[in-house]
Nanobody, 121 residues
Framework: QVQLVESGGGLVQAGGSLRLSCAGSGNILKINAVGWYRQAPGKQRELVAG???????NYEDSVKGRFTISRDNAKNTVYLQMNSVKPEDTAVYYC???????????????WGQGTQVTVSS
């Protein structure tokens, strides 16, 4: 069994920065494409940023130029660097990934438990 664990959330003032981490555990050989999603109260979960296994990235328009997604394959970890945050970035942030274990089993559409980001004005 594999797990994705997000960390790094918290309370930050508008204009500040946070770095979220999504760490995979559980005999993982490879993490494929990863997406960072967020869900604000009363809203649908939305894709914020994605990164392929090869490192290609994509961003939701409202975070372009402010957020950066990156990955460290050796650590089975994906990061979301959030700069110049705004109150509208307040949400629970989740990572999602397909994972292959060292025994060759694929676990698809894995979600972490989420980490709360609150941006004060």
């Amino acid at each position: 069994q594999v797990q994705l664990v997000e960390s790094g959330g918290g309370l930050v003032q508008a204009g500040g920065s946070l770095r979220l981490s999504c760490a995979g555990s559980g005999n993982i050989l490879k993490i494929n494409a990863v997406g960072w999603y967020r869900q604000a109260p009363g809203k649908q979960r939305e894709l914020v940023a994605g990164i392929t296994s090869g490192g290609s990235t994509n961003y939701e328009d409202s975070v372009k130029g402010r957020f950066t997604i990156s990955r460290d394959n050796a650590k089975n970890t994906v990061y979301l660097q959030m700069n110049s945050v705004k109150p509208e970035d307040t949400a629970v942030y989740y990572c999602n990934a397909d994972v292959m274990t060292s025994s060759g089993v694929y676990y698809l559409n894995n979600w972490g438990q989420g980490t709360q980001v609150t941006v004060s004005s």
